[in-house]
């Protein structure tokens, strides 16, 4: 018997898979090597349970230090991760964190201690937290950190670049590394522009928003993956599969301006798309069927996607 199976139109926007976890608060094996989570005892962090689980970062522990002031180690705490793993960038130029505290102002992220035997560097990024007491995820690009190599072993975290001026809750979780968006295991920056068509499945991250570099004089570094996977679509790629991509500040108009009855697939079976199809196709109370391209069918083949009373469907 065959079923039909009703898709939202709303899309998730992140995933977990297309990232190097460099230290998680439920991850036993890290958190129970001191008593301070894994971390130096910098600003003295302690493992808790997660104050709020209902928003973003559902993960039931993670880390909690209190700023006290403006000295070193009193906004500071550092993750010595080269303790338990030694990560090869590969080329990855980004890292993300959740964050939470009560004020908002730039977090700057330090990535040092090369564990390949080359001399010592100490290279800074800052992005801003702007949620007042939520959790949130922040992205720090190093694209334009020269001296950083491929083989980082420590993170340090300013909570807050600014004054300090009253003792501050901060609550830190999930340190990754955002790898970059791959199409058959080729990363998007060594595609030819115009070379993607049919249907194609991206893994890795594809992120959106801008940061600091903080070695010296601050200046602003934008990065836009959204842009350069437009770049690299032909106008006749019908489907992009993103089920296994982790998305930041995601948009999609000009992708789907560019390939008309594209079909966009996201996390959980979610499904965008469907573009230059006329109005009274995607009216609830008609109860004929579609394709993706706005065609009339008769009767749906297994597996396929189509449109009826203004909802997309999967028949089964």
């Known amino acids: 018997m065959k079923k039909t199976i009703f898709l939202a139109l709303a899309f998730a926007a992140t995933v977990c898979n297309a990232q190097t976890v ?59 991760f080269r303790d338990w793993m030694t990560p090869n960038l590969d080329g990855a130029r980004r890292v993300s964190l959740m964050i939470r505290k009560a004020q908002n102002d730039n977090v700057m992220v330090e990535l040092s201690d090369p564990t390949n035997g080359v001399d010592n560097y100490w290279e800074k990024t800052a992005a801003w937290y702007g949620s007042e007491g ?35 809750d901060v609550w830190v979780d999930n340190l ?69 991509v982790t998305l930041m500040n995601p948009y999609w108009d000009q992708i789907q301006e560019k390939c008309p009855g594209i079909v966009i697939r996201l996390k959980d079976g979610d499904i965008m798309g469907i573009v230059n199809i006329a109005s009274e196709m995607l009216q609830p109370g008609n109860a004929l069927s579609y394709d993706l391209f706005g065609r009339r069918i008769q009767r749906p083949t297994v597996g396929q996607l189509f449109i009826r009373n203004g909802k997309k469907m999967i028949e089964r």
Do not use: Y
């Open 134 to 168: 939520k959790w949130q995820k922040i992205v720090l690009d190093f694209s334009t950190n020269a001296n950083l190599n491929d083989f980082p072993g420590v993170m340090a975290i300013t909570a807050q670049t600014g004054d300090v001026t009253e003792p501050q």
């Open 176 to 244: 990754v590394i955002e790898e970059p968006a791959k199409v058959d295991g080729v990363k998007l920056t060594d595609l030819a522009d115009g070379s993607l068509s049919g249907e194609v499945k991206v893994t890795g991250s594809l992120l959106h928003g801008d940061c600091q570099n903080t070695n010296g004089d601050w200046f602003r570094v934008a990065f836009d993956d959204f842009a350069l996977l437009l770049a690299k679509l032909s106008a006749d790629v019908s489907v992009l599969d993103l089920r296994e």
């Open 22 to 80: 460099l230290w998680d608060g439920e991850d036993e094996s890290i958190t129970s090597r001191n008593e301070f989570g894994g971390w130096w005892d910098r600003g003295n962090p302690s493992l808790v349970d997660n104050p709020e689980t209902d928003g973003i970062n559902p993960s039931a522990k993670c880390l909690k230090f209190t700023m006290t002031g403006n000295d070193f180690g009193q906004k500071h705490l550092a993750c010595p």
